[in-house]
């Protein structure tokens, strides 16, 4: 499974309307709670290494008293899990809770916790978020409110009412391929070295594999062959889904007229392997599906394995 996967949460979402029942989930001593700052998840720092800050109900009291967002997420063994949600504290946060106390960016952090709790955070950092982007109606500009245990913003002005729903933006990722060689992009602004897979948000009135198809013809001049589903990942950065591709190319013919890359390239096993050597090549982070996507690429030959690499 891709990180950002593996959430082991109930969501009930059946549930979430009943709002006497979500006070009473929220009543447990077993609650649990995770800490979001804007965009900055609440981490716990330990000689051993860093973990996800999952406080208890009663160690989240006072914050909880400050939070503008309070999202229920689900349930795992009948032990509810909320995220609240702040902004403005950055500074008097951990002072709050202790010295163990960190605000961290998971895209920087996920590597280093349990992929369950990494999943738990990215699903309260995008929930924090969208409540927190959303505090006005889109339609007549009137104030929102929560509802539905925060998985709704209801708009306060009677002549609207409109629901508001969490909004996930699609994005494609693919790795294509021609013969023993695959093609990687790289935008200006990455680290020098950094190359990764082709990638792009779906446009309305367009399938899936229509948008791999553009992308590549947009940024790479490359024309696709075939197109194969791999596997999607949640990416709350701030609101994606990334839905992973594989495809072939017709040729290596690269055309680049855009403001989109850089640089593309054509690399054989090899001369990602010898890149990685040397130090020439950066792949993307190891939490993103765009490395997945190269790594069963690359280790698809029996002669390679990219982890002996790293």
Known sequence: MNYFSHNPLNRFSEMRPDATHMQQLWQKQAARVLVVHDTLNLLRERESGRQAAILTRREAEDLAAQAEVLVYLGSEDGVPYFALGLEGMQEQLPDLLGGEYILADLRTSALELPPKDGALLAYARGMVHWNLRHRFCPNCGSATQGAHAGHVRECTNENCSRHHFPRTDTAIIVIIS???????????????????????????????????????????????????????????????????????????????????????????????????????????PRISISYRLICDWFNADPVFKLEDLL
């Open 178 to 284: 021609e013969g023993d060689a695959c093609l990687l992009g790289r935008q200006a602004t990455w680290p020098e070295g950094m190359y990764a897979t082709i990638a792009g948000f779906l446009e309305p009135g367009e399938t899936l594999e229509q948008a791999v198809a553009r992308e590549a013809k947009e940024e790479t001049g490359v024309e696709l062959q075939t197109i194969t589903y791999h596997s999607s990942q949640p990416w709350p950065f701030p609101a994606s889904i990334m839905v992973g591709f594989s495809a072939t190319a017709s040729s290596r013919s690269l055309y680049m007229d855009n403001d989109e890359l850089e640089d593309a390239r054509w690399f054989t096993r090899n001369e990602i392997a010898a890149g990685l050597r040397n130090g020439s090549l950066r792949l993307p």
